[in-house]
T-cell receptor, first 109, second 116 residues
Framework: GQNIDQPTEMTATEGAIVQINCTYQ??????LFWYQQHAGEAPTFLSYNVLDGLEEKGRFSSFLSRSKGYSYLLLKELQMKDSASYLCAVMDSNYQLIWGAGTKLIIKP | GAVVSQHPSWVICKSGTSVKIECRSLDFQATTMFWYRQFPKQSLMLMATSNEGSKATYEQGVEKDKFLINHASLTLSTLTVTSAHPEDSSFYIC????????????FGPGTRLTVL
C-alpha cells in the first residue's frame, strides 16, 4: 500500500533549527510537497521537490532522496509564528496526492 | 487517521460542459467538508466549506452558481463545476475535519480537471 510517515509532534526553541522528516512508499513518484498549516487556515505551499537534493528558500529548505524514499523540511532561525502543522504529500504515478498526517511543531521562547 | 476518497481522480471535458466531483469520508461521519483548488506549485486555495444539511459557505471571489456544492449526507459532498472553461482546469482537493481525532484535517487525493 501507499504510506507517508512523519512525526506527530515536535518541539523546538525560538531561534533554533528544526528538521521534520518524511518517509514515503508510493506507487510511482511525481514530486513531494511540503505545506504549512496554521490552525483554522488553508495549507500554504512551502516547497516542491522532484529531483534529489536540497532546495533552499529563505529560512526554509527541503531535501529529497528518491532512492531512500525520504525527505526533510529544515527550518532555521525559528520564530514563534512558525508554530504550525507541517504536511508532507507525495504525488504518485497517477498524479494523486498521498498525504502525511502532518507534524505539529511547537515553538517555545 | 480518517480516510477520504475522491472520484473521479482525473477528468477531461469539453468547454461548456459540467463536471461533478465526489468527496467521500469512508470511515466516519463528517458534518463539515472543505473544497480547495490548487494550481501548480501554488498553495491550496479554499473555495468553500460544505456543511451537511445546509448551504455551503463560499470564500470571497468564488462563484456560487458556477461551483455548486451539495453535502447531502454525512459521508458525501459533491462539487459540480458548471459550464466549465479552460481556466477552470486545476487540481481540486477536498478535506474533512475529524471531530473524533481532535479536529484534525484529512485531505483527499485530489481530482485533476482538464477543460479543453
Amino acid at each position: 500500500g501507499q504510506n507517508i510517515d512523519q512525526p506527530t509532534e515536535m518541539t523546538a526553541t525560538e531561534g533554533a533549527i528544526v528538521q521534520i522528516n518524511c518517509t514515503y512508499q508510493t506507487s510511482g513518484f511525481n514530486g513531494l510537497f511540503w505545506y504549512q498549516q496554521h490552525a483554522g487556515e488553508a495549507p500554504t505551499f512551502l516547497s516542491y521537490n522532484v529531483l534529489d537534493g536540497l532546495e533552499e528558500k529563505g529560512r526554509f529548505s527541503s531535501f529529497l532522496s528518491r532512492s531512500k524514499g525520504y525527505s526533510y523540511l529544515l527550518l532555521k532561525e525559528l520564530q514563534m509564528k512558525d508554530s504550525a502543522s507541517y504536511l508532507c504529500a507525495v504525488m504518485d504515478s497517477n498524479y494523486q496526492l498521498i498525504w502525511g498526517a502532518g507534524t505539529k511543531l511547537i515553538i517555545k521562547p | 487517521g480518517a480516510v477520504v476518497s475522491q472520484h473521479p481522480s482525473w477528468v477531461i471535458c469539453k468547454s461548456g460542459t459540467s463536471v461533478k466531483i465526489e468527496c467521500r469520508s469512508l470511515d466516519f461521519q463528517a458534518t463539515t467538508m472543505f473544497w480547495y483548488r490548487q494550481f501548480p506549485k501554488q498553495s491550496l486555495m479554499l473555495m468553500a466549506t460544505s456543511n451537511e444539511g445546509s448551504k455551503a459557505t463560499y470564500e470571497q471571489g468564488v462563484e456560487k452558481d458556477k461551483f455548486l456544492i451539495n453535502h447531502a449526507s454525512l459521508t458525501l459532498s459533491t462539487l459540480t463545476v458548471t459550464s466549465a472553461h479552460p481556466e477552470d482546469s486545476s487540481f481540486y482537493i477536498c478535506s474533512v475535519i475529524s471531530g473524533r481525532e481532535n479536529n484534525e484535517q484529512f485531505f483527499g487525493p485530489g481530482t485533476r480537471l482538464t477543460v479543453l
